[in-house]
């Protein structure tokens, strides 16, 4: 069992920024790649941008120059750092760990983005 702890959300202004945090624990050695979700009300989950152990980011082309994933290995955390925050980006951001044939989620934290 792998837990995910999230934070870092909260409201900003818009071309604001946040730092969300995930914190995973459990049998983390079976974990491969973190990453991040989003799902603003009424619309689908979808990804935000992921990072694999070795280091390789993946973003969905929205995000691309304004937020960045990384990882501290040391302290089993994945960040993603949120720039140039627009009101399109408020939603519950999920935290995601991949192991093969199963992903853990956590519990989501809110990003509100308004004036």
């Known amino acids: 069992q792998v837990q995910l702890v999230e934070s870092g959300g909260g409201l900003v202004q818009p071309g604001g920024s946040l730092r969300l945090s995930c914190a995973a624990s459990g049998s983390i050695f079976s974990i491969y790649a973190m990453g991040w979700y989003r799902q603003a009300p009424g619309k689908q989950r979808e990804l935000v941008a992921a990072i694999t152990n070795g280091g390789v980011t993946n973003y969905a082309d929205s995000m691309k120059g304004r937020f960045t994933i990384s990882r501290d290995n040391a302290k089993n955390t994945v960040y993603l750092q949120m720039n140039s925050l627009k009101p399109d980006d408020t939603a519950v951001y999920y935290c995601?760990?991949?192991?093969?044939?199963?992903?853990?989620w956590g519990q989501g934290t809110q990003v509100t983005v308004s004036s």
């Open positions: 995601i760990a991949h192991e093969v044939g199963y992903d853990y």
